[in-house]
């Protein structure tokens, strides 16, 4: 349960999750919105037929009160026309139809001065019985009733009772449940092709960044899509090349300042040989070759971020395993204690030298160490562990900076500073980073953290 929430709210963190969020509240809200209005549309025009069937009734009562007035009121008092009876003569058009006075003058004229009032079903049937009623028929089924006055052709008042079936308003597919869960259905699915769609370049540039962070010669991201999204993929490319040609400038320049120290060095170190006194002999000695380590762990550490090596497959623990024995044989104390049968996509010799130079550190600062790997989530974990002194809290995040040599008490350890570094700088060529942490019971505990292979 916890994995798929973590899912949903990545999901959700994502832009893809953002524009079906988006798209979909928003085609579902108008398609609601859509039926909602034609609902009230079909509503008006089923109410519009009605009044047309008032009109319609009307107008042929109007043309028989033209064509022969007096048979026509003897006919209408008498209850001999079906759909229009006598007015009673204590009702008052007190609250006329606007909409129906408008259609009725349309129909019959200006002359005619209409007015028309709906009129309840109890006032216009107050003989009716219900328990004396036809079957199926209720007080609900009863017509829909309207109060008429109007002039005839001759100029006389006529006040009539026209009454019409009532007209029952048909459910609504449209606003079923299941109508509106297809809707919301739809709604979602149409979003999510749209939002893969519309990310697919960003998605692309995701994959371009995350390579050229592991390797020296990346592909150039194939440009297309929007001219928006064109500009920035070829800017991406552009800034892609500008940054490996600097990177190889500066190791270029690197190796060969190395490689021309190389001579007056040698000759320096030919030199000091005949310096007579012993001690200064020795200790001049020693200082050059210091310098020449620092010098050639610098081209080491400009060469560590310019790793032109392939990713391939590699059994985790059996590297482990080796780099174990190869540590053992020349007299450390270094152990591999628990593995995860994991094979994982790295750079193997990258891999190598970021783990040797973690289990130096180690095997430098406490004498021993462990290796252990593991599976956390969804990410791999390679730890070295010792049981040496550790890194105060305050400076762990000064350990990665080079020639940063972080002492225990007792001075300056022995080395340039840079071996940290060197190991960061090849776990990010492979897609991995280091982590440092003390350890609770004493000792330092160095993660190196991947994302496991799919």
Known sequence: MIPLFHRLRAFADSLTGQLVVILSTGIASASFVSLFLAERAHQHDFSRVELELVVTSTSDIATRFARDPEQTARLVADDHILGATQAKTEWRMNAPDPELGRLLTARLGEAARPQAMPIPQQQCFPNFDPNLRAAGITDSSLPDCWFIRFRDAHGIERNLTIYVGRLHWPSRSPLDPLYMTLIILASVVLSIMVARVTSLPLRRLTRAARAFSVTADPEPIQVGGPREVRVALETFNLMQQRVREGFRQRTQILAAVTHDLQTPLTRL???????????????????????????????????????????????????????????????????????????????????????????????????????????????????????????????????????????????????????????????????????LRNRPHGGLCAEIRMALPD
Not at 280 to 309: F, K, P, T, Y
Not at 416 to 428: K, Y
């Open 269 to 435: 170190r030919l030199r000091l040989e005949q310096v007579p006194d012993e001690a200064l002999r020795q200790r001049l000695i020693d200082d050059l070759g210091a310098m020449q380590h620092l010098v050639s762990d610098g081209l080491e550490l400009a060469r560590s971020n310019d790793s032109r090596e392939p990713v391939s497959l590699v059994d985790i623990d059996s590297l482990l395993s080796s780099l174990a024995e190869d540590a053992a044989d020349v007299g450390h104390d270094v152990r591999f204690s628990k593995g995860c049968d994991v094979r994982a996509m790295v750079k193997p010799e990258a891999f190598t030298r970021c783990l040797n130079n973690l289990i130096d550190n180690a095997v430098k600062y406490a004498g021993s160490a462990e290796l252990q790997s593991g599976v956390e989530g969804e990410e791999l974990v390679i730890r070295v562990l010792d049981e040496g002194p550790g890194i105060p809290h305050d400076l762990i995040g000064e350990a990665f900076q080079p020639y940063r040599r972080l002492g225990n008490g007792s001075g300056k350890p022995p080395g340039t500073g840079i071996g940290l570094t060197i190991a960061d700088a090849q776990a990010r060529t492979f897609g991995a980073k280091v982590c």
